[in-house]
């Protein structure tokens, strides 16, 4: 897929056969109703092969969970079934070209016209765009009032006036599409707002406070690929007549490695508890779960490709794809400059 691309539609056939691709959907509404716990554990171990695969089962919790949260009834039931069935998968539509890290200086308008709302704007680096069906996207409702101006909706692909950008180049997660989303007077039923009027920023903010654990998820799950393989490589490599193992500079980098990705797990795992309960202190431990396992998942594999030596900076070995992957830990659900802004907001 990384040398390709493409989409991992292997990946994807195989998580709907075994029931993998969106685990959190209550079972009310058809899914899983795995817990966030479990939930972390399906996309950790998917992401110990595949970073890009991992973002099937991440992207459908954060793209729906606006619905689980806040939806209505009918919302639910209509959305999340499809999704919960493998027929269709959600993505989540916050960022635009002049509003990353500064969400709420978005611009898509949504206007009201009797029964319906027309959306208008571009929506950039939606992860799964093109490949979902849904898209929960944030748009302005009311300019004067910012942040509470801001209004979430669903978006259906076939919805006249959706389409999409093309594929970025990007440095890692190649399997995973990120394109942007253009929305051109698409004029939509005002039941397919998420919750009230000038709810949907709070919603999006709230969101993020429980995904923020699925990228931590995301990144230990890489760190633990690259981990295996450089474990296993160095008991092979000889060098002085010995493996590499053997020798105390290599396995205290072993050491530390371990030692990093055992604690970015505890927290993640602490974090995942958190948001299964809803505990006060969530925000806080979902900013440091995904800031804390992104860092720790950087140095990791980057270690990784150092045990590999030259072999570790070619294509021939997993690790250089894993480092690659795992960059992006580091900036999407909010930098991690951002996350140190959320965690000093919400000291505990
Ligand atoms: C592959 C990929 C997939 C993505 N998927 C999605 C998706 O599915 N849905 C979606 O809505 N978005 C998605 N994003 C967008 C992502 O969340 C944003 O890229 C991210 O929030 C950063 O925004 P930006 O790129 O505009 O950077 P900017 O906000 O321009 O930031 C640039 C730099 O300035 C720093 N910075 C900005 N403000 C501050 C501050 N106040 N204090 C200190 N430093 C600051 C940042 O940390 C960063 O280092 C994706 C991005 C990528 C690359």
């Keep these: 897929m990384d040398e390709e691309g493409r989409f991992p539609q292997e990946a994807l056939d195989a998580l709907v056969a075994n029931d993998l691709h969106a685990v959190h959907v209550p079972e009310a509404y058809g899914g899983a109703g795995a817990d966030a716990l479990a939930t972390v554990i399906v996309i950790e ?23 689980v949260l806040s939806g209505s009834e009918e919302l639910k039931h209509r959305f999340l079934g499809p999704l919960a069935k493998g027929d269709a998968m959600f993505s989540y539509a916050l960022s635009e070209p002049d509003a990353g890290s500064d969400a709420a200086g978005m611009k898509t308008r949504a206007v009201r016209d009797g029964d319906f709302w027309v959306l208008d704007g571009v929506k950039r680096w939606i992860t ?27 978006v259906d692909k076939d919805d006249e006036g959706v389409s999409f950008g093309a594929p970025e180049k990007k440095l890692g997660i190649k399997g995973s599409p990120t ?28 969101t993020l406070d429980h995904t923020r654990i ?33 020798f105390q500079g290599v396995q205290f980098m072993l050491a530390d490695m371990a030692m990093k990705l055992e604690a970015a797990r505890q927290l993640t795992y602490a974090a995942a508890a958190k948001s299964e309960r809803v505990d006060g202190d969530l925000t806080f431990f979902g900013a440091a779960a995904k800031c804390f396992a992104s860092d720790v998942a950087m ?50």
């Design 299 to 348: 140095e990791v594999t980057t270690d990784a490709v150092q045990l590999l030596g030259g072999y570790g900076y070619t294509r021939d070995y997993p690790v250089e794809r894993m480092m690659r992957d795992a960059k992006i830990t580091q900036i999407y659900e909010g930098t991690n400059q951002i996350q140190r802004i959320v965690m000093a907001r919400n000291l505990p």
């Design 128 to 154: 799964n765009a093109g490949v979902s069906q849904y898209y929960t996207v944030m748009a302005v409702t009311d300019p004067e009032k910012r942040s509470r101006g801001i209004s979430a909706f669903v």
């Design 214 to 246: 699925t990228i931590a998820a995301q990144a230990i799950g890489i760190a633990q690929g690259a981990l295996d393989y450089a474990k296993g490589y160095v008991k092979e490599r000889k060098q002085f007549g010995k493996p590499i193992a053997d």
């Design 179 to 206: 394109r942007e989303v253009y929305l051109d007077h698409v004029r939509i039923p005002a039941d397919r707002m998420i919750g009230a009027e000038g709810t949907g920023f709070a919603t999006a903010m709230k």
């Design 45 to 67: 171990e998917v992401a110990r092969v595949c970073g890009s695969s991992s973002l099937i089962p991440a992207v459908n919790k954060l793209g729906s969970l606006p619905v």
